[in-house]
Structure formats: structure tokens, C-alpha cells
């Protein structure tokens, strides 16, 4: 082989080597470009994708937030009725304290007496008529209704008693308002 052909094979196969070199050098960086760009993509992605969340949470949080707002003052609210109701049961338990205890100083100082209606009929086939007559008023039609007194232990019994039902329905009205404000 003369020495022309050996050069131009030399020739021929640095081209194919420097073509094969080049071609795979440019593939490399347009497939590194791709890798890249999709690489980027897939980072804007996430990132998008992290902002849509926190949003959301925040969206969330401040929702929560509203939301115990409210119930915070619902509960301010159910809290001031509730004590003004105490007050108030407080006032009206104070008021029929005091209305005994004037009731019951009256007894005892024979300002005032406690008589009952009695059966004519069944105390007259007894043999009595030490009872009293009560004088007609101007509101009634029973004229003279027979009447006997009490005594005075037997009547501030019966004004304790009474007491202690007033102070026992006062305080049911209290628990009635009270479950009627909670449910609501």
C-alpha cells in the first residue's frame, strides 16, 4: 500500500473519530439541556406545588382561627347571661328571705295572725263555735266564713315551710333559665 493511501485512510479515520467524537460530545449537551430543563420544570413544580400548600394552610389556619373566635365570644357571651341570671336568682332569693323574715317577725310580735277557713258544719258537729267570724269584704260574697287561729309556733312552722318552698321553686326557675341559656 503506497503511502497515499495510508494517509488518506489516516485521514479518513481521524474524520470519522473527530465526527464521531463531535457528534457525541453535541448529543451530550442536548440531552444534559434537556435534563436541565426538565430537571428546572420539575422544581418549579414542587415549588408551586409547596406555595399552593402553605396557602392552604394558612387558608386553614386562619379559618380555625376565626372559628374559635367565635366561639369565644359565644362563649363571653353565654358566660355574662349566666351570671346575670345568677344575679338575679341571687336578688329574687334575697328579696323571699327578707319577705319571710318580715312575715315571720310580724307573727312573733302578734302584728299579724294566721287563721284558716274552717268547715262550718264539721266544727258545729263537734260542738264548737270559738272560731271567728270574718267580716265581709267588698271583693266577696261569703259573708261571715268562720275562721280559727293558729298558733303562733304552728304559724311560723307553716312560714318555714312555706320559705323553704319559695327558695326551692326560685331555685328550679334558676336551673330551667340556666339549662335553657346552655342549649341553645
Keep these: 500500500m503506497p503511502l497515499n493511501w495510508r494517509i488518506a485512510l489516516l485521514a479518513v479515520a481521524v474524520g470519522l473519530y473527530a465526527g464521531g467524537r463531535g457528534a457525541w460530545v453535541w448529543q451530550a449537551s442536548e440531552y444534559g439541556k434537556q435534563l436541565a430543563e426538565q430537571a428546572a420544570g420539575y422544581v418549579q413544580q414542587l415549588a408551586d406545588n409547596d406555595r399552593a400548600h402553605g396557602r392552604e394552610r394558612e387558608e386553614a389556619a386562619a379559618a380555625a382561627l376565626e372559628q374559635l373566635a367565635e366561639q369565644k365570644s359565644q ?10 341570671q345568677g344575679k338575679t336568682h341571687w336578688k329574687e332569693m334575697n328579696d323571699a328571705k327578707q319577705t319571710q323574715d318580715r312575715l315571720r317577725d310580724r307573727l312573733a310580735t302578734a302584728d299579724l295572725r294566721l287563721s284558716v277557713l274552717v268547715d262550718a258544719g264539721a266544727f258545729a258537729a263537734q260542738g264548737g263555735d270559738g272560731g271567728m267570724r270574718e267580716a265581709a269584704g267588698t271583693g266577696g260574697v261569703v259573708h261571715g266564713a268562720l275562721r280559727a287561729r293558729l298558733d303562733r309556733t304552728h304559724a311560723q312552722r307553716i312560714i318555714g315551710i312555706t320559705d323553704t318552698g319559695d327558695r326551692g321553686l326560685i331555685a328550679l326557675q334558676a336551673c330551667q333559665a340556666y339549662v335553657r341559656e346552655v342549649t341553645k
Design 75 to 84: 362563649r363571653q357571651a353565654l358566660e355574662d347571661r349566666l351570671q346575670e
